[in-house]
C-alpha cells in the first residue's frame, strides 16, 4: 500500500490550517459534516479491527506455485509406508518403493498418474490388501487454491477414496475434505473438520448449490454439504469423462466446486503448467461454500494445509453396517464388508484407481520455512501431525486494513476536528 500521501507536509498542512483559521464557529453544515464522518470512521475501526470477516474488494491473480503432473508427478509427495492405523481401514498403505514396483503408483502411457488399490492379489482371512496414500511435501496456507483434474476416481463396494487437505496438526490446523465418498455412493461428499467451536452456517439462497447436512465441524463426519450432482462421484463420475475438483482456501471462506469433463470453465480448459489464474468469473456458482463468519472464522480455524491422496476399504465410514449393507449386502455371502470384498481374489477392484492429468496449486502467497514433510498425520477422520514447507500468505486484504487503519482514522479525525 502506498502511504506517500501520508507525509510530514500532510499532517504540517492541516495543523497550519487549524492554526491559522478565522475563529469563528463552525457553521451548522459543517457540524453536521463532522458527525457524519467521525460515524464513518468509528465504522471503519469496527470493520476493521473485529474477529469477524471483512469483505474488501480485491482484483487478484492466482499465480502457479507447484504443478503435479507426468512423469515427477509423485516426486514431491511422501507415501505413507503403513497399514491404515487412522480409520481402520483394510489396507496397507505401500512406501514408494513397493507401491511403484507392484505398480499401484505409477504413470501410465497417456502422462497421467495412476493411484489404485491391488487388484491381482489373492489375499487370506485375515490380511490386509495394499493400496496408497500419499501427502504432500509442503503446505499452503490461507490465499491458495487447489485444483485437480481426474480422469477416473476409485469406486465399488468396500472402497473408500479421498482428495482433501489436512493441517499442520489435527484437529487444530484444520482439514478440507474436496472429494469423498465411499461404496456406490453417486454424490460427492465435501466436509470440514475442526476443533471444537467451528459452526457452518445455513448457506443463503444461490450461495451454493449443494445440499447442507451437519453445521457442526468438530463433530465426526464434520460440516457436510452434498453435491447434487451425479456425476461428482463413483461409477457416474466416470462415465462423465471425469472432471475437475477445485477449493479456494480464503480469509473470506472455503469454497470448493465441482465440474464434469463437458463443464470445465474456459479459464480452466485454458491454464497452462506456467500460466496464472486471473479470473473466477466464469466458475460460477460453487458446490459448497462456508463463508467465513463470527461463528467459524476461517483463519482461525484453519492453518497452512497439505494435500493427501488415498484409498482405503471398510473402516470407519465404508464398512460401517448401516453404511454398507444398504448398498453392498449382496456383495457376497455374508455380507459384511472385509469378508465379501477385502480376502479373496482382486478383480472386483478393477475400478479402485485413481487417474489423475494434474494437480495443481495456485496461490497470492510466497513460500517460506522450507522443510519436509511427515508421510504421516490423520486421516479424514483421525488425528495426526507432521512438519513441511510452508506457503504462508505475503499480505491480504485484513492484514492491509488493519496496516492502514491507524493512518485512515487519524487522517479523518484530522480533517474534521
Not at 465410514?317 to 454398507?324: D, E, K, L, Q, T
Amino acid at each position: 500500500m502506498d502511504r506517500e500521501y501520508l507525509n510530514a507536509d500532510f499532517y504540517a498542512g492541516n495543523k497550519s490550517r487549524q492554526q491559522y483559521a478565522p475563529c469563528s464557529q463552525p457553521q451548522p453544515f459543517m457540524k453536521l459534516l463532522s458527525r457524519i464522518l467521525r460515524f464513518y470512521a468509528f465504522q471503519v475501526a469496527l470493520h476493521i479491527f473485529e474477529d469477524g470477516p471483512l469483505t474488501l474488494p480485491a482484483a487478484r491473480a492466482y499465480d502457479l506455485v507447484e504443478d503435479y503432473k507426468g512423469s515427477t508427478f509423485f516426486d514431491k509427495w511422501d507415501f505413507y509406508g503403513s497399514y491404515d492405523n487412522l480409520t481402520n481401514g483394510d489396507v496397507i498403505w505401500q512406501d514408494r518403493a513397493n507401491a511403484t514396483s507392484d505398480q499401484l503408483a505409477f504413470v501410465n502411457s497417456a502422462g497421467n498418474a495412476i493411484i489404485k488399490v491391488d487388484n491381482t492379489t489373492n489375499v487370506p482371512y485375515n490380511i490386509k490388501r495394499n493400496s496408497v496414500r500419499i501427502t504432500t511435501q509442503q503446505a499452503f496456507g490461507v490465499g491458495s487454491l487447489f485444483i485437480a483434474d481426474f480422469i477416473h476416481m476409485p469406486y465399488g463396494c468396500s472402497v473408500w477414496p479421498a482428495f482433501w487437505t489436512r493441517g499442520l496438526s489435527w484437529p487444530e490446523g484444520g482439514e478440507i475434505d474436496i472429494m469423498e465418498g465411499v461404496n456406490l455412493m453417486t454424490q460427492n461428499q465435501m466436509a470440514l473438520h475442526t476443533r471444537q467451536g467451528c459452526m457452518n452456517v445455513a448457506p443463503a439462497a444461490g450461495a451454493q448449490t449443494g445440499t447442507t447436512g451437519t453445521l457442526d465441524c468438530s463433530q465426526g463426519a464434520g460440516c457436510t454439504v452434498l453435491d447434487n450432482s451425479t456425476s461428482s462421484f463413483g461409477a457416474g463420475f466416470a462415465q462423465a469423462g471425469g472432471g475437475v475438483f477445485a477449493a479456494q482456501f480464503d480469509i473470506n471462506g472455503i469454497f470448493i466446486w465441482f465440474w464434469p469433463r463437458a463443464n470445465i470453465p474456459q479459464s480452466l480448459q485454458q491454464s497452462t503448467s506456467t500460466s496464472p489464474i486471473n479470473s473466477l468469473t466464469d466458475w460460477g456458482v460453487p458446490a459448497a461454500s462456508y463463508p467465513s463468519t463470527t461463528s467459524c472464522n476461517i483463519t482461525n480455524f484453519f492453518d497452512a494445509q497439505y494435500l493427501v491422496l488415498d484409498v482405503t476399504l471398510c473402516g470407519d465410514w465404508a464398512g460401517v453396517p448401516s453404511i454398507y449393507t444398504p448398498q453392498c449386502a449382496n456383495q457376497g455371502t455374508t455380507g459384511l464388508c472385509y469378508n465379501d470384498n477385502v480376502i479373496g481374489p482382486g478383480d472386483r477392484y478393477n475400478n479402485a484407481y485413481f487417474e489423475i492429468q494434474y494437480v495443481r496449486v495456485y496461490s497470492t502467497a510466497a513460500v517460506i520455512n522450507p522443510g519436509s514433510s511427515s508421510s504421516g498425520g490423520p486421516s479424514p477422520t483421525s488425528g495426526g501431525s507432521g512438519s513441511s514447507t510452508t506457503t504462508q500468505p505475503s499480505g491480504s486484504m485484513r492484514t492491509v486494513a488493519r496496516d492502514i487503519a491507524p493512518w485512515v482514522l487519524w487522517g479523518m479525525l484530522v480533517a474534521v476536528l
